[in-house]
């Protein structure tokens, strides 16, 4: 049986999975990662249809199946194959990456919690406050692994992130309107993905590297 508490496990799932793909330094191993980040979303999705007896969500939930859990793994794998095994190291160390992190997540879901019902008065109570409080906390997330990390499909992967916070968004403001199903389908990252680890791979048969910092090589 689908209930509020099947959303906020589900949603403290994608947080956990997130913070771990960025954290993982082999990139295949972090693509899985995302394969499964994005699992969890379809997941949310669906559940959503059946507790809100929305079943255009299910349309939804394919949709994000195709493109996040297939496609987008299978880019981000496919690329990865012929560029070195673990990333460049990032910018800030592990420990100190992890710290931030965890302070990222907890901090900013409290305060995302607290100050949704002022803005968003749909999402007033449970469990969608703290679906959309997740929702913005990922994309938050998505945004740190863009500053923090050199790699360019880590780069790839935290773009992605971002767009399945979007998507998060989206459903916890308004899960029961059939409009959400038609803008969450059309919300996707998969060709900006596609171009960003095109130009990846072109980068590093020419210049030998997938670090963004020696990107300043392209100036001369």
């Not at 929305?54 to 996040?68: E, P, Q």
């Not at 880019?75 to 992890?98: D, N, T």
């Amino acid at each position: 049986m689908i209930t509020g508490q099947t959303l906020l496990t589900l949603s403290m799932a994608i947080l956990i999975t997130a913070m771990a793909t960025v954290e993982i330094r082999t990139l295949r191993i972090a693509a899985w990662g995302y394969l499964v980040n994005s699992l969890l979303l379809c997941l949310l999705i669906a559940a959503c249809g059946r507790l809100y007896g929305n079943h255009g969500l299910y349309l939804w939930a394919t949709t994000c199946l195709i493109f996040k859990v297939l496609l987008i793994p299978w880019l981000l794998l496919r690329f990865a194959r012929g560029l070195p095994r673990i990333e460049h190291k990032p910018i800030p160390g592990f420990v100190l990456s992890m710290i931030l992190m965890t302070v990222i997540i907890f901090v900013l879901f409290q305060v995302f919690r607290g100050s949704i019902a002022g803005v968003a008065p749909s999402v007033r109570e449970e469990p969608l406050r703290s679906l959309f409080a997740g929702a913005a906390t990922l994309f938050s997330l998505g945004i740190w692994t863009l500053l923090s990390r050199r790699d360019l499909i880590k780069i790839a992967i935290g773009l992605a992130l971002m767009e399945n916070g979007v998507h998060m968004i989206l459903l916890a403001l308004a899960p029961q309107l059939r409009e959400s199903t038609m803008i969450g389908i059309l919300i996707n990252a998969a060709l900006a993905v596609f171009m960003l680890l095109y130009l990846g791979a072109d980068i590093y048969r020419v210049f030998g590297t997938t670090d963004s910092a020696q990107l300043s090589e392209l100036k001369r």
